[in-house]
């Protein structure tokens, strides 16, 4: 069970465009910054977003990020193959001193 | 170029006590703002966080499993170590470590590949 909750799956055609939601409450969402990483079987995790919307460097524009409340949300534009992957949402816990995060969330691009 | 990687057994028996080595480059662990955190996920189960080292050397460890944890530094050695005495069948799970800045809103902004640590039943 995790402490924030995503969509177990979402899915797309090439080239549409997607969300992800991402759900807490006011002791991890409400009072920090969002971040998302995509993560690819047998590979490194990848950062995409952090701080809500700030992309890293090297990260296309198709992906961006928002917050309102207690709640977040990943958009993936203009879905391309290489976008399958199971995406996580992440945020700091105050009464852990750590990080939470979401169940993640499969991405199928049909 | 940051990397992280992780290692350490494989397999580890019910009772025994795990050592992982988180091997980094690309930045200092004393820099201020740096940090490094150990991450465990089991199979088909969610991401769950374990422990932290700042570049102060204070540590951090998640409530339910900071009696069994330890984690230290070998700044000489770039080398970030978690051990978890006890381990069981339930601590079945790919362990990554993860670089954590401040500046990026406390995001894990570098991973490693993660080692699949198995504890048979």
């Known amino acids: 069970q995790s402490v924030l909750t995503q969509p177990p799956s979402a899915s797309g055609t090439p080239g549409q465009r997607v969300t992800i939601s991402c759900s807490g409450n006011?002791?991890?969402?409400?009072?920090?910054?969002v971040h998302w990483h995509q993560h690819l079987p047998g590979t490194a995790p990848k950062l995409l977003i952090h701080?809500?919307?700030q992309r890293p460097s090297g990260v296309p524009d198709r992906f961006s990020g928002s917050k309102s409340g207690t709640s977040a949300s990943l958009a993936i534009s203009g879905l391309q193959s290489e976008d399958e992957a199971v995406y996580y949402c992440a945020t700091w816990e105050e009464s852990l001193n750590g990080p939470v995060f979401g169940g993640g969330t499969r991405l199928t691009v049909l | 170029q940051v990397t992280l990687r992780e290692s350490g057994p494989a397999l580890v028996k019910p009772t025994q006590t795990l050592t992982l080595t988180c091997t980094f480059s690309g930045f200092s662990l004393t820099t201020s703002g740096m940090c490094v955190t150990w991450i465990r996920q089991p199979p088909g189960k969610a991401l769950e966080w374990l422990a932290r080292?700042?570049?102060?050397?204070?540590?951090y460890y998640t409530t339910s499993l900071k009696t069994r944890l330890a984690i230290s530094t070998d700044t000489s050695e770039n080398q970030v170590v978690l051990t978890m005495t006890n381990m069981d069948p339930a601590d079945t799970a790919t362990y990554y470590c993860?670089?954590?800045?401040?500046?990026?809103?406390?995001?894990?902004?570098?991973w490693g590949q993660g080692t699949l640590v198995t504890v048979p039943s």
């Open positions: 080292v700042d570049w102060d050397g204070d540590t």
């Open positions: 993860a670089r954590i800045r401040y500046a990026s809103g406390l995001a894990m902004d570098y």
């Open positions: 701080s809500n919307n």
């Open positions: 006011t002791s991890n969402i409400g009072s920090n910054t």
